[in-house]
């Protein structure tokens, strides 16, 4: 029996602070870093304990604009992280209730200022959740970078303006409203980078510790923004209890407490969802230098029958590579499929030119004269099976991997319409003969 020894990339190196990905920088006035503060409320519910941290770290934000101004701009959006939909969709309904009404009264005995929302005086409030659709969600993105004002938003701005109204008097407007509070999910730790966040409050201790690493990472990304990370544990949870114990040796040591995680690169599923994508970016990348008569040009997936050769390599260069990372049978998986990519691809150059049509990857200008190899996840409908559809499905990006799916609902028959797929079978509700 053979050995291999193990390739480790990147290899090892005498440093452990200065690695081929990262670098670790020490913490100074140049490069102050994050800083973690754990909370346990031994004793009080959690819920009641959410309401009044958040409520603090909101009127904290608004001090500091009042004191500082502009430069206290990351800490006037509090970002909550949550593990769990349910969890969010409780602070999201306490934002709009306890936690508005509580800022907006204040404390008699709190020297914390009263603040109230950019929503006309509530909350502004935005979701990062699977709830919301991927449109939304983009122009949730856009509209997390804009930022407070200390001339509109601090207590004497928000002063100045209501004398203003008071005297009938033209007040200053803004076309876009900064959001108080943006509640997320999993969501964040994947393609969220708006510097100018810089508070966040996790509420529970995440189910791993990558996902913790990758979400209070989003706040805090520029060394002129230090980023404050509250979190907050159930102490009903004996794993929350468990890190709020050992709280500074668990943040010292982060990296070495990510957990291994399990690979499966090759199974049948990523294999449907990713090897579209490889295959028309490999061809295209690979034949950048044919000046225009190959296959990488917008319109050169139309030239898939000239370049079958070049294809067939490809597609053994590829199932090469797979048996060198998996094993036989992810190679013959991944053959299988790349071989019948290249065989819809054919079919749909051949339909499209029945049609005198021509095929492009997926800019499509002219509906009468082009049509496309692929098409984005989101936009794929499901069950759909027909000549007419780009039989090529390329993720854009983590986020949208399957498409949604819009449900209608009604007590009234009439409004329901329910269009059964061709060849579907009948089916009734079976009798019941007890």
Request: glycine content about 6%.
């Amino acid at each position: 029996m053979s050995t291999h020894p193990a390739n480790i990339f990147p290899p090892q190196v005498l440093d452990a602070g200065n690695t081929y990905f990262s670098k670790e920088i020490p913490v100074s006035e140049k490069h102050p870093g994050r800083r973690y503060v754990g909370i346990s409320t031994t004793g009080v519910r959690l819920t009641t304990a959410e309401i009044r941290v958040a409520e603090v770290l909101l009127a904290g934000g608004q001090l500091l604009l009042d004191r500082s101004g502009r430069v206290a701009d990351p800490y006037m959006t509090l970002v909550g992280y949550f593990s769990a939909t349910r969890e969010l969709a409780g602070m999201a309904r306490y934002m709009t209730d306890d936690i508005q009404t509580a800022l907006a009264k204040g404390r008699p005995w709190s020297k914390l200022p009263r603040r109230t929302g950019t929503d006309y005086g509530s909350l502004h409030v935005a979701e990062l959740t699977s709830r919301v659709a991927s449109a939304d969600i983009t122009a949730t993105l856009d509209q997390m970078a804009t930022a407070f004002d200390p001339g509109f938003d601090s207590t004497a701005g928000k002063r100045n303006r209501r004398a203003l109204r008071e005297a009938k008097k033209p007040e200053p407007t803004r076309e876009v409203n900064p959001y108080d509070v943006v509640l997320a999910t999993s969501m964040l730790q994947v393609g969220v980078d708006v510097t100018r966040l810089g508070m966040m409050l996790v509420v529970g201790q995440p189910k791993n510790t990558a996902e913790y690493i990758q979400a209070s990472s989003r706040v805090g990304r520029t060394a002129d923004r230090p980023g404050l990370v509250v979190a907050l544990g159930n102490w009903a949870r004996p794993r929350d209890l468990a890190h709020f114990e050992q709280f500074r040796h668990y943040h010292e040591t982060f990296y070495a407490q990510v957990e291994a995680l399990s690979v499966t690169p090759f199974s049948v599923t990523s294999l449907e969802r990713g090897l579209d994508g490889v295959l028309v970016s490999a061809a295209r990348v690979l034949q950048a230098a044919k000046a225009g008569q190959g296959l990488s040009p917008e319109d050169g997936a139309a030239r898939i029958e000239a370049e079958q050769h070049f294809a067939g390599e490809l597609v053994d260069a590829l199932v090469r590579r797979v048996a060198r990372a998996g094993d036989e049978d992810a190679a013959n998986r991944a053959r299988l499929r790349l071989e019948n990519r290249l065989d819809q691809w054919g079919k749909r150059r051949k339909s499209l030119m029945e049609d005198r049509k021509s095929l492009v990857y997926e800019r499509v200008l002219d509906d009468g004269r082009h049509d496309a190899l692929m098409m984005s996840a989101e936009n794929a409908k499901a069950g759909i099976d027909t000549r007419d559809a780009a039989p090529f499905i390329v993720a854009n990006s983590m986020r949208e991997v399957q498409p949604e799916i819009n449900l209608l609902v009604s007590p009234i028959k009439e409004r329901l319409v329910y269009r059964a797929p061709d060849h579907a079978p009948q089916w009734k509700m079976p009798e019941d003969n007890s």
